[in-house]
C-alpha cells in the first residue's frame, strides 16, 4: 500500500538546523509531487513548501523562504527537507505529503505520513 | 498573504446535518480540498476538486462550490465523524497553497 514515513525531527537549539527525510513506497515516486506541510502544537495545518517530479520547480510558504529547502531522491523514493536558522516557532510536528501526479490538474495532498516533531528550543 | 477563513467550532448531534464553511477571494478560480484529522493522527483526505469524494470516504461527506465560499457538509452525522476538518487551496496564481485555520467539529 502507499506510505510515507517521516524521519529526523529532533531538539534543536534556536540557530540550528536539521534535515527530515520522507521514505516513500507503494507507488511510483517519480511520477508525483510531493510536499511538506507542519502543524505546531493545538494550531493549524501550515504548507511549507512543494516540489514536482523532476525538482526543478519549487515553491515556499514565506515564513520559511530561503531557511528552508526542499529536494527529492527520485531513484529511491525519498523527500527532503533542509532547515537551517530554525526558530522557536518553528516547533511543530512536519508532514510530507504525495501530491499531484504529473500532468493532473488536481492538487490533493493524498495520502500523508504520520509526521516527525521538530522542537527549537 | 492570502488566507482562508473557517469557523472554529461547529456542534451537531448524532443524526443531524454539518455544515463547515470556507471562504477565500481566490476560490472561485481555485479547487478546494478538505482534510478530516482525528485527535493524535494525520489528516486524511475526505473532498477534493470542491466536490469530489475519494474512495473509501463515505457518502454523508459532500462538498460545494459558490463563490468566494465552500462547504463541506456531512448528513447524518455520527460520533466518529468528530474531528478537526481544514480546507485548502491555492493563492490566484496558483503556485501558493493555503489551508484555513481548521474547524472543530463536535457530536454532542
Known amino acids: 500500500q502507499v506510505q510515507l514515513v517521516e524521519s529526523g525531527g529532533d531538539l534543536v537549539k534556536p540557530g540550528g538546523s536539521l534535515r527530515l527525510s520522507c521514505a516513500a513506497s507503494?507507488?511510483?515516486?517519480?511520477?508525483?509531487?510531493m510536499s511538506w506541510i507542519r502543524q505546531a502544537p493545538g494550531r493549524g495545518l501550515e504548507w511549507l513548501s512543494y516540489i514536482n517530479t523532476r525538482g526543478d520547480t519549487i515553491y515556499y510558504a514565506a515564513s520559511v523562504e530561503g531557511r528552508f529547502t526542499i529536494s527529492r531522491d527520485n531513484a529511491n523514493s525519498f523527500l527532503f527537507l533542509q532547515m537551517n536558522d530554525l526558530r522557536v516557532e518553528d516547533t511543530a510536528l512536519y508532514y510530507c505529503?504525495?501530491?499531484?501526479?504529473?500532468?493532473?490538474?488536481?492538487?490533493?495532498?493524498?495520502?500523508w505520513g504520520q509526521g516527525t516533531l521538530v522542537n527549537v528550543s | 498573504s492570502y488566507e482562508l477563513t473557517q469557523p472554529p467550532s461547529v456542534s451537531v448531534s448524532p443524526g443531524q446535518t454539518a455544515m463547515i464553511t470556507c471562504s477565500g477571494d481566490?476560490?472561485?478560480?481555485?479547487?478546494a480540498y478538505w482534510y478530516q484529522q482525528k485527535s493524535g493522527q494525520a489528516p486524511v483526505l475526505v473532498i477534493y476538486?470542491?466536490?469530489a469524494r475519494p474512495s473509501g470516504i463515505p457518502e454523508r461527506f459532500s462538498g460545494s462550490s459558490s463563490g468566494t465560499t465552500v462547504t463541506l457538509t456531512i448528513s447524518g452525522v455520527q460520533a466518529e465523524d468528530e474531528a478537526d476538518y481544514h480546507c485548502?487551496?491555492?493563492?490566484?496564481?496558483?503556485?501558493?497553497?493555503?489551508f484555513g485555520g481548521g474547524t472543530k467539529l463536535t457530536v454532542l
Open positions: 485548502q487551496s491555492a493563492d490566484s496564481s496558483g503556485d501558493y497553497w493555503v
Open positions: 507503494g507507488f511510483s515516486f517519480s511520477d508525483y509531487y
Open positions: 481566490a476560490l472561485p478560480k481555485q479547487y
Open positions: 505529503a504525495r501530491g499531484r501526479i504529473n500532468g493532473a490538474a488536481d492538487e490533493r495532498l493524498d495520502p
Open positions: 476538486k470542491d466536490s
